[in-house]
């Protein structure tokens, strides 16, 4: 029987219900269980694609293509649990399988509610990933306890609860227990509440994690468990991480969450908990040996998780290193405004990521002649790579109109276009180029030195392509074309043969790391800014020593 942990959030949002899931996600693989992880969004749109980073931060692709919420990003992050379609469903999606069944007559004249219809599509997502090779399915629920559109995930695990028996599942509440300096106390009364109106829906927590800004003392702990009818031991502790997300694991571990999980679902296959090597690794972090300054030049800059995924990835390469990554976030807008040589000043290392739409491109492409002139390392993903591509034409080679059609639909150098087969799509959503591909690296280029192997798979999330007919051209005056499709049909990687490290990907190689296993370029890239920034440092000092 697989079992089933279901995760929700209450008080406030943006608690770090994706982390927190994650992060017991990894203790149980750490306890040789096998899981599987899933996401419920209550909003109403079919999927995450179509929306602004704006609204919920990045787009996290999988494997399959799907366009899923970032927090599945923290799943593959923190667990090896395999993602696909069936792990993030919104209201959306859940609707439109109903009311599709709907026209389609499968209801047979009945009148199609929220409950059971809703529900009922709801209950049979979760039991789709519950496979009999799979230990415990976690499931997390987005919004707050209480939100309106939230209602019908929570029924629908309510019921789900109900129908496999207590022995088999387990409901985790987040809370915030938030310290007012004018008392000079903690207070437990919005955790109370909150459970509170999980219980009027019918849902009984059995274990709630307080998130703290200081440690929650054994009589405030004990009081919570009073009041909310739960165990002392299962009101766990999760204080603020100042150093990383990556530490999250260790204080529930020290909680004894683990333990508390395996016991009440009965998961006597569960082995001792195995930890040592993510410890060793929160220590690199906790004491790094270097530091360098990364400039990721975007279009939403601003938002702190827009480009969550490249942030990670810089994160993990840093890990690698032993070096402390500052990320300089610069707003396109900024270096249009301010020009390359103020703001990208005294960087170590320079990435534009990936992006839609004409605006903040000039900024970018600016950016990027900064690097490729000053010989600043320098790495371009998806819109990064065609923002090179059109830099290196117009700058390079003297076509100073090239552009993407994406931007001119006119130009009279497309070097970014559309693909033939691409032409005739006009949907907005879900029209892309998306989910793995693999691809073939040049023996001896910098992409094949990163991840020593030929051919490689990545996630894609795009609709423009580079201009094949540009090839020689680039080619000609430096500009490597190093990896393409395995049929050699799409460039997919470019280097600047003249530069200590410039590359460019039609990928999105931040979709492929973890904190444990970097992702090649992005490691590579970091040991480039790391070269670059001692180089630096001793003709600096050279030169000290010259006068
Ligand atoms: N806008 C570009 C395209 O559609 C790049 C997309 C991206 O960076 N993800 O091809």
Not at 47 to 75: A, I
Not at 149 to 171: D, H, S, T, V, W
Not at 391 to 419: M, W
Request: net charge neutral; hydrophobic share 35%.
């Amino acid at each position: 029987m697989v079992k089933h942990v279901f995760v929700t959030g209450g008080v406030v949002s943006s608690l770090g219900k994706g982390i927190t899931s994650a992060s017991i996600g990894l203790l149980l693989e750490r306890r040789g269980l096998r899981i599987r992880m899933q996401k419920f969004d209550p909003y109403i749109n079919v999927d995450p694609g179509t929306m602004s980073p704006y609204q919920h931060g990045e787009v996290y692709v999988l494997d399959d293509g799907s366009e899923t919420d970032l927090d599945l990003g923290h799943y593959e992050r923190f667990t090896n649990a395999q993602l696909d379609s069936d792990c993030n469903y919104t209201t959306g999606r859940i609707y439109k399988t109903v009311i599709e069944k709907e026209r389609r007559g499968e209801y047979k004249g009945k009148t199609v509610q929220v409950i059971p219809h809703i529900t009922n599509e709801i209950k049979a997502a979760i039991a789709r990933i519950a496979t009999p090779d799979i230990d415990v399915v976690i499931t997390e629920i987005g919004g707050t306890v209480g939100d309106i559109e939230g209602m019908p995930f929570f029924e629908a695990i309510r019921q789900f609860g109900l129908e496999i028996g207590k022995a088999n599942c387990l409901y985790i509440h987040l809370t915030l227990v938030p310290y007012l300096k004018a008392a000079g106390e903690l207070k437990t009364k919005p955790t109370q509440h909150s459970v509170g109106m999980l219980r009027q829906i019918g849902i009984q927590p059995d274990v709630l994690i307080c998130r703290t800004e200081r440690e929650l003392p054994a009589e405030e702990r004990e009081k919570i468990a009073l009041f909310c009818n739960v165990e002392p031991r299962a009101v766990i502790e999760e204080r603020d991480k100042e150093i990383s997300v990556y530490e999250v694991p260790l204080s529930l571990a020290a909680n004894k969450l683990d333990d508390f999980i395996v016991e009440k679902l009965n998961l006597t296959q569960a082995k001792p908990l195995e930890l040592d090597d993510w410890r060793e690794m929160i220590e690199h972090i906790r004491r790094p040996e270097h530091e360098v300054t990364i400039a990721v030049v975007g279009k939403y800059a601003r938002h702190h998780d827009a480009y969550k995924s490249v942030y990670e990835a810089l994160f993990h390469a840093g890990i690698a290193h032993r070096t402390k990554v500052h990320i300089r976030k610069i707003q396109t807008e900024q270096v249009e405004k301010e020009g390359a040589d103020r703001v990208l000043a005294g960087v170590d290392g320079i990435l534009v990521p990936g992006g839609y739409d004409k605006r903040g491109i000039a900024g970018k492409i600016e950016a990027i002649r900064y690097a490729r002139e000053r010989e600043i390392p320098f790495f371009g993903i998806c819109l990064g790579l065609q923002c090179a591509a059109i830099e290196f034409a117009r700058n390079v080679l003297g076509l100073a109109d090239a552009n993407s059609t994406e931007f001119q639909t006119d130009t009279p150098h497309p070097i970014i276009c559309l693909l033939d087969a691409q032409r005739n799509v006009t949907a907005v959503g879900g029209t892309q180029r998306r989910g793995a591909y693999e691809q073939q690296m040049v023996p001896g280029s910098l992409a094949h030195r990163a991840y020593e192997t030929l051919v490689v798979s990545e996630r894609h999330r795009h609709r423009y392509e580079f201009n094949n007919a540009y090839r020689l051209a680039f080619e000609e005056r430096g500009m490597r074309i190093t990896g393409t499709s395995p049929d050699g049909g799409l460039v997919e990687v470019i280097e600047l043969a003249t530069h200590p490290w410039f590359v460019a990907v039609q990928c999105h190689p931040e979709f492929n790391s973890k904190p444990n296993r970097p992702q090649p370029l992005f490691r590579d890239f970091v040991g480039a800014a790391l070269s670059y920034r001692r180089e630096k440092k001793t003709s600096r000092s050279a030169v000290a020593t010259v006068h």
